[in-house]
């Protein structure tokens, strides 16, 4: 197979994987939250603590939209803003405890959802998952 061909059957796995988080995995339950939202409540767990511009970076969104979205969540005390006490010019957001409480809650939802999917599975059929979702992330860190 060369790798024109690779590529089409890479695309199409993609597209598949796209449909299945759509239906799974970006679906919630709060019809206040949209995927960017969660995608940033995601990200400022991991960082714990990072500025509007490492956050813009990582998350791939404007500074500008991105800020809106951040006002809107700490009106709503799901993210915290703190300036920086050496350097003003710095702003720092993190989460709230109710914002890790809500983003948990909105984790556990979408791990049950995909759990029931899985359970379909025979043993081997999970085990061979995992194997291949392995193996597909080991390559695409090598093809990034």
């Known amino acids: 197979m060369d790798d024109r061909e690779i590529s089409k059957e890479l695309i199409n796995f993609l597209i598949k994987l796209k449909r299945f988080g759509r239906a799974n ?3 919630y339950d709060d019809p206040n939250l ?20 490492d956050l813009s970076n990582n998350i ?11 006002n809107k ?9 703190e300036a920086d006490s050496k350097d003003r010019r710095n702003t720092f957001y993190s989460l709230t405890s109710k914002g890790l409480d809500f983003l948990e809650n909105e984790i556990e939802k979408k791990l049950e959802r995909v ?3 899985i359970s379909n599975l025979s043993l081997e059929e999970k085990e061979k ?3 291949y979702i392995n193996g ?3 390559i695409i860190e090598k093809i990034k």
Do not use: A, P, W, Y
């Open 34 to 53: 949209t995927e960017q939202q969660f995608r940033t409540l995601i990200n400022l767990k991991e960082l714990k603590k990072t500025t509007l511009k």
């Open 115 to 117: 759990g029931e999917k």
């Open 73 to 81: 969540m700490v009106e709503e005390d799901i993210v915290i803003r």
């Open 136 to 138: 597909i992330s080991d």
């Open 25 to 27: 995995v970006s679906r």
């Open 129 to 131: 998952l995992v194997e």
């Open 60 to 70: 791939h969104v404007s500074s500008s939209s991105l800020c809106i979205m951040l």
